[in-house]
């Protein structure tokens, strides 16, 4: 099977950088996901990895490390608005491209 | 606009009754998927579907059916048989560029 750890919960405030990390356990790998979700809503995703190092769009990084099944989201001047639920998400278990998510971080920024 | 629709946005639904929860994609994508979301958790897959007339039970299928007579549509029965079915589901498509899925605004199920 697979399976995704991340931190619950993280507080920052508006202008900080912060990073949230994944770890994740496969078998059959090809790429690591992130996901953002506002209360309420739907996810949308945000940025893929597929092989190792840093993906940039925007405020927002993704960076990746197979050969430590480790990877993280960077997010650069928070913003209020990014105050959100972040998942990083794993494809690729033998015969199954279905993602398979972690449990979710919980981003607050404060003023 | 391209996109996926879910309707309804709320349902309730008494004990004991089937309930069908739409999914319509006009992105051509191939595969699409269906996912369970509980208050504070992430997202468990219950059915999912490579092409058309073709799907496959994920982690929690127990409970559930689906259908994938159109591309466009996926389809999802709650039935009597799942024991607690109140949650948020949400239907995905996938591009496979990049592994992308795109998800509808998603159906909040409460059993009354």
């Known amino acids: 099977g697979q399976s995704l750890e991340q931190p619950s919960e993280v507080t920052a405030v508006e202008g900080a950088i912060v ?3 994944c770890t994740y356990q ?4 090809y790429g690591l996901s992130w996901y953002q979700q506002h209360d309420g809503g739907a996810p ?22 197979r050969s430590d099944s480790y990877g993280y989201l960077l997010l650069q001047e928070l913003q209020m608005k990014d105050s959100a639920s972040y998942f990083c998400a794993v494809g690729g278990n033998t015969g199954r491209r279905a993602l398979t998510f972690g449990s979710g971080t919980r981003l607050q920024v404060q003023p | ?9 709320y349902l309730f639904r008494k004990e004991g009754q089937n309930v069908t929860l ?10 699409m998927y269906w996912y369970r979301q509980d208050p504070g958790q992430g997202l468990r897959l219950i059915y999912y579907s490579q092409i058309v007339n ?3 039970k994920g982690d929690i299928a127990e409970g559930y059916s689906v259908s994938r007579e159109k591309k466009e549509s996926f389809p999802l029965t709650v039935t009597s048989a799942q ?8 239907c995905a498509s996938e591009d496979r560029v990049g592994d992308t ?8 199920l409460t059993v009354l």
């Open chain 2, 101 to 108: 899925q795109y998800f509808g605004p998603g159906t909040r």
């Open chain 1, 44 to 65: 949308t995703f945000l940025s893929y990895n597929g092989l190792d190092g840093l993906e940039e769009t925007g405020r927002f990084s993704s960076f990746l490390s």
């Open chain 2, 54 to 56: 073709d799907f496959q």
């Open chain 1, 19 to 21: 990073q949230i990390n």
């Open chain 2, 83 to 90: 024991k607690n079915p109140t949650a948020f589901y949400l």
């Open chain 1, 26 to 29: 496969t078998s059959g790998f």
């Open chain 2, 22 to 31: 739409s999914c319509e994609q006009n992105l051509n994508h191939d595969a």
């Open chain 2, 1 to 9: 606009d391209g996109g996926i629709t879910q309707s309804p946005k």
